[in-house]
Each structure stands twice: as structure tokens, then as C-alpha cells.
């Protein structure tokens, strides 16, 4: 990085090209004043703003410094510091009552971006604005399909593209920097500019970062060492399906016996309703009190020792809201951990037709009585492995008072990253890390340390783009590049509404690409009896056993991916370009992906398909199930129900794995 000065302009560049350019004709800061009205209906938010004021910043002086410069920009000053590659521009907000701030950085025409959390529609930012806030994504995300109509009309749930559960003011380029924004305020990244991207946020931020690296493994090694690296996966994890069913001891281990005596391989049962069960006209809901339910799963530690003992392990469920008919409520009012209005009365949340209490994360009494009272006292003590460590992206913001003292619109998108922290400390302390797992959909700006598991939340149960099975690959590739790369789905997806119901074609496509994810996890979906099941379907359970079978058969190279993911930040599935740098297509493309350097997947992701059509980069790479060797270019290839089109590079160290697993499952 290189800090230029020509008079009262000044230019940030890096190997000759510029980043940041400062002058009367280029203004790099805008600040100004805004109005902002904040709407939130269970999860989901409606936010306009009206901007009042916004004006350009001119740069008043310049002092040149060892490391960098000081600039006076008069309602505002920037110390910018550069060390080798990385420069950090660390603001101090001398008007008070700027509470909006627009960031300028030089762009490219033919520049490609990606990250800012997770995206579940496009993984090339360039053309588009996002929108950066935590919030439910929406049903169907697509506001020209029935489903997104029906949802916004009946429960203003449809969604948009940019809607996200993990937003986070960072992106990478491909000009081979990444660049992220201290704050957790709404912010608005626009990269629809041809010459610049702008930034929004609605506050003066802390600093920008902006790191370069000479390839994109480099720069992943830089931002994940940043941000900090998530810890490696348990062991038991690989070694089969994570079965989610659910209704009780009986039900529940009895469809765990069923799965097994049809040769599918087990390696968790996951019962979300183990703290009991509601019935609301979404479907079936859980008692939102974190503890075992006696009358479903009485004994239900004993039951825990005895699949330990046969090697299986028992998942759970939690979130960081207490129902206020539950137990746990009536101990954490008695404790005072709860936060409140602004008139000291008591703040409930409705989450659908029951409300909550939201212990206060901000405040320290608050967060050791959640993190011991309940994740250890109920959930670890007992013996569970693993739990979906679920919401964290309703924190309301209308007269909500919180013990850090901060506005909730800033706490708001930082809430995530808290509830991810309260569950790793009670691992951390308790010494689980790397034993338990827990799996989370919200995020922000922290999560990547402390989130043991990403999960992509509630997809449709369909084939559709923007909320099916093609969202999870490219939400994915932009949580990768954003520094979590440890994800999985609910396989054939969760959101079943107005008709939209779950197919065997649906299930086993999904199943097909999660056999090459880090996880291999089912669910039932929001009403179990109105979908397709693998357990009611005999020919299904033939298909799946033999799925999860070519996934345990990963695990060397799985697990070794898993391990290059907390160790280097390199995500465990990556975007073509990753590792062909020099192929333009590869930055094209999001709904390929490559698991690791040496396997290429290119999931099916319609309907009733015998051909898929993929695109393979450099190289010599062997068709998984028929042996065939392709070369670089575009091919269609078999891809009949089970046999997603998969291939793995013909020099890789693993090809002799790879090789015996399309031997023992392949049609060649």
C-alpha cells in the first residue's frame, strides 16, 4: 500500500492501481444527516430512510507521517496507517450530529465482488446494492413467484434478493483486496457504479480495512487471520447422516432404528423438539424453554449414554429468547435478566402467535446466566452433543433499553455475533470445544471465531433460484469468502406454505450435493406430515444409504479440508476462481463449487433432469460415477437422480479415494 499526496488531493494505492482517490473533483466522504423508520413484524423489517442532509467532505489537511498521513476533513478526521499491505483508516467524528457517512472506493468496469455475510442470491456483488442488516431472508425472496406474494400479503414475509440472516460490512474484490468496515450500524454497500463502489452506514464507523494479497489464497490467510478462524469440527461428525426427526423418545429413536436397518449410516440424531412442542398456523413450533420435556423424552439423559454407547450422538435445539410460559422465563425474571423497555417494564417479542423475553447479552449477569443456567446446566450436563443454535436476528429497536448502554440499531446487527460468543464460551469452559457442535443461521462481523457451524437457514422446499436449493450453494461461496467456511443445509429444505410441498426429487437432489458438504444433515421441515420423508419411501432409503456412504468414504479428505479451514481460512467449499485465477468464467460462475482444490460439484438444482450442463477449468478432471476424463471447457454430462455431476482433478493425491468411491458407487 502506498499513500500519495499532489497538493490537497491524495490517492491509497497498491501495485500501481488505485484504491482510494481524494480531490475536488473525486470526493472519497460524504456525510450528513438521516430520519430512519424501522418496521419489524416477527423477524422481518421494513426500513426507509430520509436522508435530511448530505455533503461532500474536502480534505482541509494533510500531515505526512512515518506510517501513513493524518487528514483533517473538518467535521471529521482520518489517521490513516499502512503497514505492507494492509492500510486501516481509523475515523474520529468531530460533529456530532453526522449519523450518516458514505465511503468511496475507486472501482473497475470489468471488477468482480464478493462476501458482504452471506448472500443467498448473487455471489458477484458488481451491479447491485445490499442492503446490510440481519434479519428473517423471506419466503420464496422473489418478488415475482406466487409464494413471495402470498407471504407478503398474508405475513409481510417474502423477501428480497439482498435479505439475509448474515450481513457484514465486508467484501473482497478481484482486484485482490478485501476491505471491511468497523461498525455494526445499518449499512448499504452500492456497487452499481461503474468508477467507484459507495458504502453507506449509519454512523461514522470505528475504521476501514483494506488488505491486499497477491492471490486469493493469500487474501483468505489475511481476512480469516483478521477476523479469527472457526475451530475444527468433532470427529463424530463424518461418520454419517445427522437424522433430524422429532415427537418424542419412541418416534424419534424408533425412525433412528428404521434408518439404521436400511444400511444408512448414523451419526446423530437430532430431536429439536426435545423441549417440547407447539402447534401455530405456521405448523408445528417448539415450547421455547431450553430444558428436556419430560412427558416426550422423559429420561432423556439416560437415553443420551445409550447411543453414546453405540456411537451415536443426540443434538437439541436453542435460541436466545425464553417464552414467557416456560420455567426457565419464570427463573431469569427472578434473576433480572431480561431487557426492557425504555419505562423499566418488561420487553416481550412476538415470535408468532407467542411471545418472548430476550436475556440481555449486553449485559454480564445476563450472559452468565444464560450461558450456565441454561446452555450448560440444561444441554451439556446432561449429555447432548450438539444443538441448532437458532435466530439471533430479532433484536427489536423500537424503546429497547440494553445494559451496554448502545442504541439497539447498532447492537442489532452485532446481537448475532454475541449469541455465537455465549455459546462458545460454555463450550471453551466446560472443554468441549472440538466435541460439541452447535450450528447457527444468524451472523455478523465475529461470528467466524465463534460459530462452531453455519447453517443456511429455512429454505423453500423446492427448486426455485432465489430460496431453494441453488441459494445454499452460492450462500455458501459468500460466507466463504467472508471468512466462515464451515456450512451446511437442512437437506430438502425447511419452508413448506401455500402448496409448496416437498418432493422425494427435491430431498434426494438436495441430499446429493450435501454428501459433498462438510455436513450431512436432515430435517422434517416446518409440517412434517404434508412433505415427502426418506423414511416413508423404500427405494429413497436405498438412494440415501448410499449417499451417506460416498460422504463417510470423504472423510479423510473432508476432515483434512476442516482442518485447512481453522488452521489457513481457506473455506472448505470454494468459488472456481479460487484456484484458477487466470480463467475469467470462473469468476462467473455461483452455482458450481469446488470442495477443496481437487473436487469440482455442479449440484442439480432443477427439476427433472437427466443432463446437467458444467464447466471445468484447467486441467485433466475424471467423471466420479462413469470414470470418464473431461478436459477444460463446457460439457454436458449424466446426471440422473443420485449421480449429481461431480469430478475430481486426475492428479490429485485423493484420486486413488476418489477412484474407489466411484468403483464401489459409480454406473461405469
Given at each position: 500500500?502506498?499513500f500519495?499526496r499532489?497538493g490537497?488531493?491524495?490517492?491509497l ?7 482510494l482517490e481524494c ?10 444527516c438521516?430520519?430512519?423508520t ?13 436522508v ?5 467532505l ?9 506510517t ?7 467535521e471529521l478526521?482520518?489517521s490513516l ?5 494492509c ?6 467524528q468531530k460533529?456530532p450530529?453526522?449519523n ?7 472501482a ?5 465482488c464478493?462476501g458482504c455475510?452471506?448472500q443467498?442470491s448473487y455471489f458477484?456483488?458488481?451491479?447491485r ?7 428473517e431472508?423471506?419466503?420464496?425472496r422473489?418478488k415475482?413467484?406466487?409464494v413471495?406474494?402470498?407471504a407478503?400479503v398474508e405475513d409481510?414475509a417474502?423477501?428480497d ?5 448474515f450481513p ?5 474484490s478481484?482486484r485482490h ?5 468497523d461498525s ?14 459507495e458504502l ?9 480495512r483494506?488488505?491486499?494479497a497477491?492471490t486469493f489464497?493469500?487474501l483468505?490467510r489475511?481476512?480469516s487471520?483478521f477476523?479469527?478462524r472457526q ?5 463424530w461428525?463424518y461418520n ?5 426427526v ?12 428404521k ?6 449410516k448414523?451419526?446423530?440424531v437430532?430431536?429439536q423438539?426435545w423441549c417440547?412442542?407447539r402447534?401455530?398456523?405456521?405448523g408445528?413450533?417448539?415450547q421455547?424453554d431450553?430444558?428436556a420435556?419430560e412427558?416426550m423424552y422423559p429420561?432423556?439423559a439416560?437415553?443420551?449414554?445409550k447411543?453414546?454407547q453405540?456411537g451415536?450422538k443426540f443434538?437439541?435445539?436453542i435460541n436466545?429468547?425464553l ?20 419505562d423499566g417494564?418488561e ?5 408468532g402467535?407467542f411471545d418472548c423475553?430476550i436475556?440481555d447479552?449486553?449485559?454480564t449477569k445476563?450472559y452468565?446466566w444464560f ?6 446446566k440444561?444441554?451439556l450436563?446432561?449429555g447432548?452433543d450438539?444443538?441448532?443454535?437458532d435466530?439471533?436476528?430479532y433484536l427489536p ?9 448502545k ?6 446487527n452485532?446481537w448475532?455475533?454475541?449469541w455465537?460468543?455465549?455459546n462458545y464460551?460454555?463450550?471453551?469452559e ?6 460439541v457442535?452447535?450450528?447457527m443461521?444468524?451472523?455478523g ?12 437457514g429455512?429454505?423453500s ?10 441459494s445454499v ?6 460466507l466463504g469468502?467472508t471468512?466462515c467456511g ?10 413448506s406454505?401455500?402448496?409448496?410441498k416437498?418432493t422425494?426429487?427435491?430431498?434426494l437432489r438436495w441430499?446429493e ?6 455436513v ?7 409440517r412434517?406430515?404434508?412433505n415427502?420423508q426418506y ?5 429413497c ?7 451417506v456412504d460416498?460422504?463417510t468414504?470423504?472423510?479423510?479428505y473432508?476432515?483434512?479440508?476442516v482442518h ?5 481460512g481457506?473455506p472448505v467449499?470454494r468459488p472456481l476462481?479460487l ?5 475469467p468464467r470462473?469468476?462467473?460462475i455461483?452455482y458450481q463449487y469446488l470442495l477443496g482444490?481437487d473436487l469440482?460439484a455442479?449440484p ?14 484447467e486441467?485433466?478432471w475424471v467423471?466420479l460415477?462413469?470414470g ?7 460439457h ?11 469430478f475430481?482433478?486426475k ?6 479415494l476418489f477412484?474407489?468411491?466411484g468403483?464401489?458407487?459409480g454406473r461405469?
Amino acid at each position: 500500500m502506498k499513500f500519495q499526496r499532489n497538493g490537497s488531493a491524495w490517492t491509497l494505492e497498491h501495485d500501481g492501481k488505485i484504491l482510494l482517490e481524494c480531490g475536488e473533483s473525486a470526493p472519497l466522504l460524504y456525510v450528513g444527516c438521516g430520519k430512519e423508520t424501522v418496521d419489524m413484524y416477527r423477524g422481518n423489517y421494513k426500513i426507509e430512510d430520509y436522508v435530511v442532509e448530505r455533503r461532500p467532505l474536502a480534505v482541509k489537511d494533510i500531515q505526512e507521517t512515518e506510517t501513513g498521513a493524518e487528514l483533517d476533513f473538518g467535521e471529521l478526521a482520518i489517521s490513516l496507517s499502512i503497514e505492507g499491505d494492509c492500510a486501516v483508516l481509523a475515523f474520529q467524528q468531530k460533529n456530532p450530529a453526522i449519523n450518516r457517512f458514505w465511503f468511496r472506493v475507486k472501482a473497475e468496469t470489468d471488477e468482480f465482488c464478493y462476501g458482504c455475510g452471506e448472500q443467498m442470491s448473487y455471489f458477484n456483488l458488481r451491479g447491485r446494492r445490499f442492503p446490510l442488516w440481519t434479519s428473517e431472508p423471506g419466503v420464496g425472496r422473489d418478488k415475482t413467484t406466487y409464494v413471495t406474494w402470498r407471504a407478503d400479503v398474508e405475513d409481510r414475509a417474502g423477501g428480497d434478493y439482498f435479505n439475509t440472516y448474515f450481513p457484514q460490512p465486508t467484501y473482497l474484490s478481484s482486484r485482490h483486496y478485501y476491505l471491511h468496515v468497523d461498525s455494526t450500524a445499518y449499512a448499504d454497500f452500492d456497487f452499481r457504479n461503474p468508477d467507484f463502489h459507495e458504502l453507506q452506514i449509519w454512523e461514522v464507523p470505528a475504521s476501514i480495512r483494506i488488505e491486499a494479497a497477491p492471490t486469493f489464497v493469500e487474501l483468505l490467510r489475511k481476512e480469516s487471520a483478521f477476523f479469527g478462524r472457526q475451530p475444527e469440527l468433532p470427529d463424530w461428525i463424518y461418520n454419517g447422516l445427522i437424522i433430524g426427526v422429532q415427537g418424542g423418545n419412541e418416534r424419534s429413536f424408533g425412525l433412528m432404528e428404521k434408518t439404521l436397518e436400511h444400511g444408512i449410516k448414523v451419526s446423530g440424531v437430532w430431536c429439536q423438539d426435545w423441549c417440547g412442542k407447539r402447534i401455530t398456523s405456521f405448523g408445528k413450533r417448539l415450547q421455547w424453554d431450553w430444558r428436556a420435556n419430560e412427558e416426550m423424552y422423559p429420561g432423556l439423559a439416560n437415553e443420551i449414554e445409550k447411543l453414546h454407547q453405540r456411537g451415536i450422538k443426540f443434538l437439541g435445539y436453542i435460541n436466545p429468547y425464553l417464552v414467557n410460559d416456560g420455567e426457565l422465563y419464570r427463573q431469569g425474571k427472578e434473576a433480572d435478566v431480561f431487557a426492557k423497555k425504555a419505562d423499566g417494564s418488561e420487553y416481550l417479542v412476538d415470535f408468532g402467535e407467542f411471545d418472548c423475553a430476550i436475556p440481555d447479552l449486553t449485559d454480564t449477569k445476563a450472559y452468565e446466566w444464560f450461558k450456565n443456567e441454561v446452555i450448560k446446566k440444561h444441554s451439556l450436563d446432561i449429555g447432548i452433543d450438539g444443538w441448532m443454535a437458532d435466530f439471533g436476528e430479532y433484536l427489536p429497536t423500537d424503546d429497547l433499553v440494553l445494559s451496554s448502554g448502545k442504541s439497539p440499531m447498532v447492537e442489532h446487527n452485532h446481537w448475532p455475533a454475541l449469541w455465537a460468543k455465549c455459546n462458545y464460551d460454555a463450550l471453551a469452559e466446560t472443554g468441549k470445544l472440538g466435541e460439541v457442535v452447535y450450528f447457527m443461521r444468524a451472523g455478523g462481523t465475529g461470528n467466524q471465531k465463534y460459530c462452531t457451524l453455519m447453517w443456511e437457514g429455512d429454505q423453500s422446499v423446492d427448486f426455485s433460484i432465489h430460496d431453494g436449493l441453488a441459494s445454499v450453494v452460492c450462500g455458501a461461496l459468500s460466507l466463504g469468502m467472508t471468512g466462515c467456511g464451515l456450512t451446511h443445509s437442512d437437506i430438502g429444505g425447511y419452508t413448506s406454505q401455500y402448496g409448496n410441498k416437498r418432493t422425494k426429487e427435491v430431498f434426494l437432489r438436495w441430499a446429493e450435493m450435501a454428501a459433498f458438504t462438510a455436513v450431512m444433515r436432515t430435517h422434517e421441515c416446518n409440517r412434517p406430515e404434508e412433505n415427502f420423508q426418506y423414511y416413508d419411501d423404500e427405494d429413497c432409503m436405498v438412494r440415501l444409504a448410499r449417499l451417506v456412504d460416498v460422504y463417510t468414504m470423504l472423510k479423510p479428505y473432508i476432515k483434512a479440508l476442516v482442518h485447512e479451514n481453522c488452521t489457513e481460512g481457506i473455506p472448505v467449499q470454494r468459488p472456481l476462481f479460487l484456484h484458477n485465477e487466470d480463467d475469467p468464467r470462473c469468476y462467473e460462475i455461483q452455482y458450481q463449487y469446488l470442495l477443496g482444490p481437487d473436487l469440482l460439484a455442479a449440484p442439480v438444482y432443477l427439476a427433472e433432469q437427466t443432463e446437467w450442463p458444467v464447466y471445468l477449468p484447467e486441467g485433466e478432471w475424471v467423471h466420479l460415477w462413469t470414470g470418464k476424463t473431461y478436459g477444460k471447457g463446457d460439457h454436458t454430462v449424466p446426471a440422473a437422480l443420485g449421480d449429481t455431476p461431480v469430478f475430481y482433478k486426475k492428479d490429485s493425491k485423493y484420486a486413488e479415494l476418489f477412484a474407489e468411491i466411484g468403483k464401489k458407487h459409480g454406473r461405469a
